[in-house]
Nanobody, 120 residues
Framework: QVQLVESGGGSVQAGGSLRLSCAAS?????MGWFRQAPGKEREGVAG???????RYADSVQGRFAISEDNAKNTLDLQMNSLKPEDTAMYYC?????????????????WGQGTQVTVSS
């Protein structure tokens, strides 16, 4: 079992920045961030794959950066140049067998989510 608690969401104007943080009971390979907008499926945004490489969705490449602090067991997502289409609930995710597949991993532990709203 992995406990995940996100923080750092909020409202920002287009072009602004936000930093999300996830406090995890422990970090593992295949940690990541997902998002879900109203009426859309949950999608992978940024993550570490099984080899420790950072992976990004095409829509956020060059704007978002994922990082982790193993001493603090935190997983952060720096989001720059935000766009209205980035508006969504953002979830921290940890690997679990049989979960949602993305970047060669399966994610099955989820935080409660943190809302990000970007206005034009």
């Amino acid at each position: 079992q992995v406990q995940l608690v996100e923080s750092g969401g909020g409202s920002v104007q287009a072009g602004g920045s936000l930093r999300l943080s996830c406090a995890a009971s422990r970090l593992r390979n295949c940690m990541g961030w997902f998002r879900q907008a109203p009426g859309k499926e949950r999608e992978g945004v940024a993550g570490f794959d099984a080899y420790g490489n950072t992976r990004y969705a095409d829509s956020v490449q060059g704007r978002f950066a994922i990082s982790e602090d193993n001493a603090k067991n935190t997983l952060d997502l720096q989001m720059n140049s935000l766009k209205p289409e980035d508006t969504a609930m953002y979830y921290c995710a940890a690997p679990k067998y049989g979960g949602t597949a993305w970047v060669g991993c399966t994610f099955g532990y989820w935080g409660q989510g943190t809302q990000v709203t970007v206005s034009s």
